[in-house]
Nanobody, 117 residues
Framework: QVQLVESGGGLVQAGGSLRLSCVVS????????MGWYRQAPGKQRELVAT???????TYADSVKGRFTISRGDDKNTVFQQMNTLKPEDTAVYYC???????????WGQGTQVTVSS
């Protein structure tokens, strides 16, 4: 059974930094695209950043220049460095992974990020 386990969330003051990690377990295949999404209270889940297996990245406009997504050498670990955090970044952050050969998409359980003003 494939599982995605996130870590690294927490409480930080505005202007601070956090680093999220997500590890995929239970799969013999490397994931094609991995990414981070977030959902704030009362809002829809939104894309934050994605990264392909060859390292191509995309970012939401709201986080460009502040967040950096990267993958581990095993290709089944993804990180998100979040700098200059703002109160509006407060949300539950979810890791997502897409395995095209198996036509499967997976979600982590989410990790809370709270930015105080």
């Amino acid at each position: 059974q494939v599982q995605l386990v996130e870590s690294g969330g927490g409480l930080v003051q505005a202007g601070g930094s956090l680093r999220l990690s997500c590890v995929v377990s239970g799969s013999i295949f490397s994931m094609n695209v991995m990414g981070w999404y977030r959902q704030a209270p009362g809002k829809q889940r939104e894309l934050v950043a994605t990264i392909t297996r060859d390292g191509s990245t995309t970012y939401a406009d709201s986080v460009k220049g502040r967040f950096t997504i990267s993958r581990g050498d095993d290709k089944n670990t993804v990180f998100q460095q979040m700098n200059t955090l703002k109160p509006e970044d407060t949300a539950v952050y979810y890791c997502n992974a897409d395995q095209r050969y198996l036509k499967e998409n997976y979600w982590g359980q989410g990790t809370q990020v709270t930015v105080s003003s």
